[in-house]
């Protein structure tokens, strides 16, 4: 079974065995990371802009890009979770597509962001960095939050097959080395390329122990060796005018 495959049959396991329980959103701490991401991923996008949602599966990240007002396109490759986003989500502004996201059907230079909540990790990613490139426009800036491939337990849980297919993983998905993101984005002509590492609250946090994690986590993001093993890293780049 080919890519694409795996990941349209991990999309029914999504469906089937909820797609919050899985990607740990539901819990206080994942709340709070969440909320976190949504900031990080939003905070510059205007009414005025087009915005490109890579794998939206579900809609729940769609249901906060709304809220900018911007211009939406929310894609997916798997059928079963776009029906569940379409029949969650109504808004004007915002359209869901069935789509590759490695041929996507959208012209050349066609939106201002490109942006994704853990999606690039499922990809085959120097196809993907090379499709998000041509559809972005000049000056358009592509933004994601993924998996660290330098925190033991993401690698353990993206390495292990047995591991992986406990925590509910689809066969191919994988993290991100930081510096060899940075590096594939370079070679594909983004400017302004940055991919920092951030997060040590763990979804499994007592709701107590949130606020003195979040501080504490905080400070680790500022060390230069131990912000390395940090659970995620924030990718962002920029689609230069030459």
Known sequence: MG???????????????????IWNWSSPAGQRRWERRVK???????PEHKVLELGCGTGDFTKEIIKTGADI?????????????????SA??????????????????????????????????????????????????MLFTEPNMMNPQIALQKNI??????????PDETAFFRWRMAKLLKQNQFANVSVRPFD?????????????VSKVGNAFEKCPLIKEIAGSVFISAKKGTN
Do not use: C
């Not at 990080?40 to 205007?46: C, F």
């Not at 059907?105 to 499709?131: C, P, R, T």
């Not at 040590?200 to 003195?212: D, G, Q, T």
């Open 3 to 21: 890519r694409i495959e795996n990941e349209k049959k991990h999309g029914e396991y999504l469906a089937e065995h909820g797609a919050e329980q």
């Open 40 to 46: 990080m991923l939003t905070d510059g996008i205007r």
């Open 73 to 89: 396109t929310a894609i997916d490759i798997s059928p079963v979770l776009l029906d569940i986003a379409r029949r969650n989500i």
């Open 92 to 141: 004007e502004n915002v359209r869901f597509v069935e789509d590759n996201a490695y041929q996507m059907s959208f012209a050349d230079n066609s939106f201002d962001f490109v942006i994704g909540s853990s999606v690039l990790h499922h990809l085959e990613i120097e196809k993907a960095v090379a499709e998000i490139f041509r559809v972005l426009k000049p000056n358009g800036v």
């Open 161 to 170: 097959p047995y591991i992986k297919r406990k925590m509910g993983d689809s």
């Open 200 to 212: 040590f609250l763990h979804p499994s946090v007592p709701r107590k122990l949130i606020k003195v």
